[in-house]
């Protein structure tokens, strides 16, 4: 495909309502991506039969790099 080709189906795809659109679209779908990057992923395994919360939080923060303020 030419330069002259690209230009007419560049030319025709970007029409007031579809650069509207794009201006709409684009920004949530960087916003979705940027949040699945940064989701946070830590899986902590913990059995907390009979204990206090402070001593679940405790233990959360010594198995993670989480940090709780009671």
Do not use: C, D
Not at 4 to 9: A, G, L, Q, S, V
Not at 11 to 30: C, D, E, Q, W, Y
Not at 34 to 62: D, H
């Amino acid at each position: 495909m030419n330069k002259f080709e690209w230009r007419n189906i560049s030319s025709s795809f970007l029409t007031g309502r579809n650069i509207h659109l794009l201006k709409l679209v684009f920004p949530v779908i960087l916003l979705l991506v940027s949040g699945s990057l940064l989701a946070q992923t830590t899986r902590i395994s913990l059995k907390a039969n009979q204990k206090t919360l402070k001593e679940v939080l405790k233990t959360i923060e010594q198995k993670s790099e989480y940090t709780f303020f009671l």
